[in-house]
């Protein structure tokens, strides 16, 4: 193999970070364009939103949350 | 370029310790791969990507 031999002019402290910041540049460039452009990568990240969708189609709606009994039998 | 193995190079290093060095990074790139290989098999099922 004769690219093991870039080491030899290339200090591995300084070339492999470059490497490691290309990757990861453009790893978060390319996914934060799908965050940004659209719709099902955020809902996705957001998550619960298949289980409000089962819990309405069904007619099984989660009842709201209710408040604490403190405040709720403070007068 | 000059084969002597016992040559020391400008960044310090002789071939067999660059050859070293750089089947490291190649494991490693392998190993990040497998993963994102996997990931993106899991984002292909469980969201609309590609649908």
């Known amino acids: 193999m004769i690219y093991g031999r870039m080491w030899l002019v290339i200090k591995p402290g300084i070339g492999i970070p470059m490497g490691a910041v290309a990757i990861m540049g453009t790893s978060l460039a390319v996914h934060t364009c799908i965050l940004t452009h659209t719709t099902w990568f955020p809902a996705f990240l957001q998550g619960g939103v298949k289980a409000q969708h089962a819990a309405v189609e069904t007619g099984k709606v989660a009842a709201a949350p209710q408040p604490p009994i403190a405040v709720a039998s403070a007068k | ?51």
């Open chain 2, 1 to 51: 370029m000059t084969d002597d193995p016992n040559k020391v190079w400008p960044t310090g290093l002789t071939i067999g310790e660059a050859e070293e060095i750089h089947s490291h990074i190649v494991d490693g790139t392998r190993i990040y791969g497998a993963i994102s290989i996997v990931a993106h098999f899991l984002a292909y099922i469980y969201t609309p990507w590609l649908h």
